[in-house]
């Protein structure tokens, strides 16, 4: 394509957004108070009020002591004892896989390497009652809800460590007419002697013996969010004489159990906080059930929990020490034991505490299995670049994975392989403009494919809040091939928001894999700069309520051009851009709206390129479309509407089109296809 002329990189406009809740973080900060004093009575009404849901950022409050702090509801690091001594990662850093069978998933579990290991669906183990063995550096987690381990247990074997477990379901192990599970050992989870382990937002209901069972001087360990329900024995720890264990137990719900709610055998710390204990199973037993027990020499604090149809809500052994603040008691019977010192856990970590009267609402909902609970790879925390997180994704991806970069300037190529749709990059900063995908190959060194800093083959792709560029200095080295692509896609159904496309010539491209093969793309809320053919390609690309910056290269005749498309002459919609402004620094009239784009002189490659309802600058000329590599323009596909600005003056080769034209060329019609795609139609 045409040879640069020296050409001059604009600093990035403020046109990033921060995305605030600020409702949801005053929700927050209103349940941010601690509970202190003894345990209040609710009246016999106790009515509690719903509560509005806290996002996973809001739910947090900055630490002031510089020790670890849970990161919300579904915040994707663990929290209270689980955090220290070097934290628990599970399988971050190793290969994500998803499973659907016992066969892969006890083989993963088991591997000597990390995985993140997904469940999707039922899996029912055989023979029944079965132990699924969980080996060290490990992330067993469900896809959204539906993740489940049925007849089956997930054993931990001593010397296990940095395990997570969340967002499954473990279900019916029971054995009809053994309510004590005296004949069987069928636990949920049964771990002996283990370290860093985190086990958080599960359901555990209708086992044969424990439903958590946490052994013989385990460490770090915290449980949250989980659900324990129709059971006899819940959740027991200890069976040793050592006093090692350190545990949090927090926000748990306890619903239909009789016993070990937790029991707690010689722990060293046992810190419970916000958990819900309700309707107790009833069969008259005036000893064995329960709700929370501190045995032998454990230190227990119990803070802000709501207990309700609960007998002996909390109890101690003579030797044991529990302190309890906060707590409400509503339609109990029974012990209430309190006595020592126990310990402070703000020496250990810091937490949040919610009000116990909101605790009912609180675990209610966001306890159990969630939806919005999936895997996020953390870029750099758990993987050291973008590419190596889009490596780490299963092949054949049915679930969006998230790969979320932190604040930072990433000077590498990223490819997303057509093999691994199902892909959200998102940068995690305040503004697009903090997180960078940056590299500087120009087409010379590769071809115009191999410039692309990013390139993205899958379907089903998405990018937000982040900037990519290519930062290859065209003023400062003569090449014949100086294009340089911030970013290529052949995918389908890729969708951009909050972005930006930094570049010259060629910035971006969106094609397809071939000529006649239509994939679509969606751009909106972005920025994209440059000056010769920046907005480029055969596939059917939508802008919307974006900025577009042509470059000025310094000429008082010819800048460039921010277009030139190869649409297929099958397909009636190539490129539109929408509800847009166009911005530059070029002299007047001295810019192209663009020119015809046929590849390799191919006839059947017809641009098509609609401009609507957009603001152009006066660097646009009077006659914007221009021919290209001996095609007419006017043979092309080229049209405005309703455009306004200094710019959009119509003329004779200026063709617009009609208002009943119009209707049919909307954002929607564009981006239908044959599956009915519409990413617009959720703002």
Known sequence: MTQHLDSKRLPRPGYGRVVAAVLGLVAALGLGAAGE???SVAPASGAVAAMAPVSGAAAAVAPTSGKPVPAGRFGDKPHGFASLAGGTTGGAGGKVVTVTDQAALAEYASAEEPYVIRVSGAIAVEPFGSDIVVGSDKTIIGVGDTGEIVHGELHLNPGTHNVIIRNLTIRDSY??????????????????????????HNRFTHMGDGLLDIRKDSRYITVSYNQFTNHNKAFGIGWTTNVLTEMTIDHNWFHGTKQRNPSA?????????????????????????????????????????????????????????????????????GRTDAWGTAFDPHEFYDYRLDPAAAVPALVSRFSGPQKRIGVTLHVPGDYPTVQSAVDAVPDGNAVPLTIAIAPGTYRAKVLIPASKPNIVLQGTGHDRSDTVIVFDTPAAYGGSTGSATVRIAANDVSARHLTFSNDFDEAAVELNGEQALAMKTTGDRIVFEDTAFLGNQDTLMTDSPKLDVISRVYIRDSYIEGDVDFIYGRATTVIERSVIRALSRGSDSNNGYITAASTWTGNPYGFLITRSKVVS??????????????????????????????????????????????????DARFAEYRNVGPGATPSADRPQLSSEDARAYTVANYLKGTDGWAPSARH
């Open 585 to 634: 620094d070029a002299p007047a009239g001295t810019f192209h709206l663009g020119r015809p784009w046929h590849p390799g002189g191919e006839p059947d490659a017809v641009a098509q390129v609609l401009i609507r309802d957009t603001e152009l600058p006066a660097a646009v000329k009077s006659s914007p479309w221009t021919d290209m590599s001996g095609f007419s323009w006017r």
């Open 265 to 333: 055998d010689n722990l060293a710390y046992a810190h419970l906080y916000n958990n819900y204990l309700s309707s107790q199973v009833a069969d008259g037993d005036p000893v064995w059930t329960y709700g929370n027990w501190a045995r032998g020499k454990t230190k227990m604090v119990i803070e802000n929990s709501y207990y309700d149809g609960v007998q002996h809500p909390y109890q101690a052994d003579a030797a044991a020490e529990l302190v309890q603040r906060g707590s409400i008691l509503r339609n109990t019977t």
């Open 175 to 200: 054995v009809e007419g053994d309510w004590d599970g005296k004949t069987t050992d069928f636990d949920a989870i049964q771990m002996d002697t283990v370290d860093h382990v985190w086990i958080d």
């Open 37 to 39: 004093g003894r345990a």
